[in-house]
């Protein structure tokens, strides 16, 4: 099945010029955490607390998070009872004192079918909060995902609304959100968190995600779009103005297809 790619690529203007996805994470990742600890950060208020529901119970459960930033949230998962739990970050700004289980690696999410430290190793539950944006094969990756998860693992995976996309890029274009929304042209911007730091994605569309998905052998079982709560829309009306504006992220659980080709590690 044909699927699109939605890699991403990035610059930096500190560079000088183009660099990969690895460079540019390397420099916005502090910034990053920074800009998460925040109060009012959407990932404070909305990103993680859906994640976090959508993991369930993790006591006893073995964890990956494949763009792991810091390596904060698994700690959070270890101090839930969790077993165990790896981290894959390229930019190596790791926790300065993790929690015993807490393993992190640095290492680009893109390799991992060789990565010494992952080899035979199976996960109940594998993360890609975010970061599934900077696989340069998102059907490979996903592959390789699938095939270290655990018989009833699965693999909890966020990104941004397409929609997002397409309405920053029609404002900056002047044209109408359904000419974005399918465009096929990479999309350039810069982050708040650092504005030296530009990254460039190539756009794509919800249905395209899904074809991801299903060629990776993995079908949806849960999708969410996380909101706001009432308490939260009152204590922070610029971050629901926003979010009224951008919609925010999508949030999918995934489990492998029985009889697929890529099947579990025993």
């Not at 993360?127 to 998860?149: E, N």
Request: hydrophobic fraction near 35%; charged fraction near 25%; aromatic fraction near 8%.
């Amino acid at each position: 099945m044909a699927v699109a790619d939605d890699s991403a690529k990035a610059t930096s203007s500190r560079a000088g010029g183009p660099a990969d996805s690895s460079q540019a994470w390397s420099e916005l990742a502090p910034d990053y955490e920074r800009a998460r600890s925040r109060e009012d950060s959407l990932d404070r208020l909305v990103e993680w607390p859906a994640q976090r529901d959508l993991l369930g119970d993790v006591t006893g459960l073995s964890l990956l998070d494949l763009g792991c930033g810091n390596g904060g949230k698994l700690a959070e998962l270890l101090g839930a009872g969790a077993a165990s739990a790896v981290g894959v970050d390229a930019s190596g700004n790791f926790l300065s004192a993790q929690p015993t289980g807490l393993e992190l690696i640095q290492g680009d999410l893109n390799e991992l079918d060789s990565m010494p430290s992952l080899a035979g190793r199976t996960f109940d539950r594998i993360l890609f909060l975010q970061s599934f944006g900077y696989a340069k094969d998102p059907v490979q990756t996903l592959q390789s995902a699938r095939a270290m998860l655990t018989e009833d693992g699965f693999i909890l995976l966020t990104r941004t609304q397409p929609i997002r996309y397409a309405v920053e890029r029609a404002e900056q274009n002047g044209t109408s959100l359904g000419e974005e929304y399918f465009s096929k042209s990479s999309y350039t911007y810069r982050t708040g968190w650092n504005e030296q730091v530009a990254l460039t994605k190539r756009t794509y569309t919800i249905s395209g995600l899904m074809n991801v998905f299903s060629a990776a052998g993995l079908w949806i079982e849960t999708a969410v779009e996380p909101e706001l709560s009432e308490e939260a829309r009152r204590r922070y009306p610029h971050k629901q103005e926003w979010m009224n504006k951008y919609l925010g992220i999508l949030i999918f659980k995934l489990r492998p297809r029985r009889g697929s080709d890529s099947g579990h590690r025993r």
